[in-house]
């Protein structure tokens, strides 16, 4: 079966660096995604890696092991507006499989 | 640029109704998705259009629902009838290659 885990929430401190792991089990890989979606709005486009390794965009990196099933999105200097829910998204060949998300609540 | 665009943003219909949603993606995004979110539950997917065929359409409920993009260009999906399980918010989302963009949604209630 197709599945992708991530945790529920996530608490974490202004200006600190936090980790969202999700790891996947999928019957085809072409990619994995990340989104950010604030409560009430669209997900929108954070990272994408295909090949293993680490992609960094800013204050957003996101590492992919396709062995292990794995990766991560890092935030580093975190800001209150980062608070939202992030979700970790595998692409199939022409469809994309998502995680439940994860709730990340940056406190002053 | 405009983004992805959903119409209606909020729809209420009683059970056995139909729904009609549209989604006008990006110019010139050959691809284009349709997904549901229930709520507490993760963003699904529905299909995929590339233009106006239909890639992928594994993740249709059932044949209550009916996609359409004709000419390739805006996207329609329709619920009929409705039924109280199909309640949820709807995304669109269109794209190049692989960053997709999402619309706003479209919350639909079932009564």
């Known amino acids: 079966g197709q599945n992708i885990d991530q945790p529920t929430e996530m608490t974490a401190t202004e200006g600190a660096i936090v980790q969202i792991n999700c790891t996947y089990q999928?019957?085809?890989?072409?990619?994995l995604f990340w989104y950010q979606q604030h409560a009430g709005e669209a997900p929108t486009f954070l990272s994408y890696?295909?090949?293993?390794g680490l992609e960094e965009k800013g204050r957003f990196s996101s590492f992919l092991s396709r062995s292990k099933g794995y990766s991560y999105l890092l935030l580093k200097e975190l800001q209150m507006k980062d608070s939202a829910s992030y979700l970790c998204?595998?692409?199939?060949?022409?469809?994309?499989?998502f995680g439940t998300g994860t709730r990340l609540k940056v406190l002053a | 640029e405009a983004g992805v665009t959903q119409f209606p943003s909020h729809s209420v219909i009683e059970k056995g109704q139909t729904v009609t949603l549209r989604c006008d993606p990006i110019?010139?995004?050959?691809?284009l998705y349709w997904y549901r979110r229930v709520m507490g539950k993760e963003i699904k997917f529905l299909l995929h259009?590339?233009?106006?065929?239909?890639?992928?359409e594994s993740g249709m409920p059932n044949n209550r629902f009916l996609a359409e993009r004709t000419g390739g260009t805006y996207s329609t999906l329709k619920v009929q009838p409705a039924e109280l399980e199909d309640s949820g918010v709807y995304f669109c989302?269109?794209?190049?290659?692989?960053?997709?963009?999402f619309g706003p949604g479209t919350r639909l209630t079932v009564l």
């Open positions: 989302a269109s794209s190049q290659v692989n960053e997709q963009f």
């Open positions: 999928t019957s085809g890989f072409n990619g």
């Open positions: 890696n295909v090949l293993d």
């Open positions: 998204a595998v692409k199939q060949t022409y469809k994309y499989i």
């Open positions: 110019s010139g995004h050959d691809n």
């Open positions: 259009f590339v233009k106006e065929s239909k890639q992928d």
